[in-house]
């Protein structure tokens, strides 16, 4: 007989995505640069995946850059970009000890070729792991991810591998850079603001939403815990009626 989950371990979301905002907020109330922030992102970063695997998720996705964050001043974008390689290298035998499979989403051929390469070899070294999957989106948004959909979707029906009539819901989520995972049951956004900033926009259709004040840095396991609780909550009906 299967001993049934202890109450805490029951109606964990199989799949959580974060955007984690408040960086540069937490480095100016501390009359810091905004690259400390960024620095102490990292290890919310560390704190937020080792709390998941706790947990029992399957897959953590977090908008790690965003199309729109190539905007910000090139000095900031360089520095970020070194930090990504940075954090690569440290973490790397930690994923795999942890036996955690990493992936990315995004148009990453605009990243630096070095960081790039970064990625693709963790990509590699993580790729048999059987854990939790861990997706950093880099360089992404979710209208150039339906975009780029629509694009190969109308290349297959001129190219006669795909015809209008099979388009469906299905079919487009399988252009999508998400394809290989699920939608996200749980969207968390921390730092305050209330919106969801073009993340995963076809993905979050039916996800719960959670908003804290807490700024990224401080964002802890026990915060994480804390939403994972108020998820375990919520009764998800995907447009049915509540059951009676």
Known sequence: MVEPRPQELQNIPRHVAIIMDGNGRWAKRRSLQRMFGHRSGVDAVRAAVEAAVEQGV???TLYTFSTENWNRPKVEVNALMSLLVDAIEKEEATLKKQNIRF?????TLTLPQKVQDRLND?????EKNTGLTLVLALSY???????????????????????AADVSEALLSSYLSTASIPDPDFFIRTGGDLRVSNFLLWQ?????????????????KQHFAEAIKEFQKRERR??????E
Do not use: H
């Open 204 to 220: 979050i259709a039916y996800s719960e939403l959670y908003f804290t004040p807490v700024l990224w840095p401080d964002f802890n």
């Open 103 to 107: 992936i990315t989403i995004g148009n």
């Open 141 to 163: 948004s979710g209208r150039w991810d339906i975009v780029a959909a629509a694009r190969q979707m109308c290349r297959d029906v001129e190219q006669g591998r795909l015809k």
């Open 122 to 126: 963790l990509v590699r070294s993580t």
């Open 58 to 60: 399957s897959y953590l």
């Open 238 to 243: 995907f447009g049915r009626v509540a059951e």
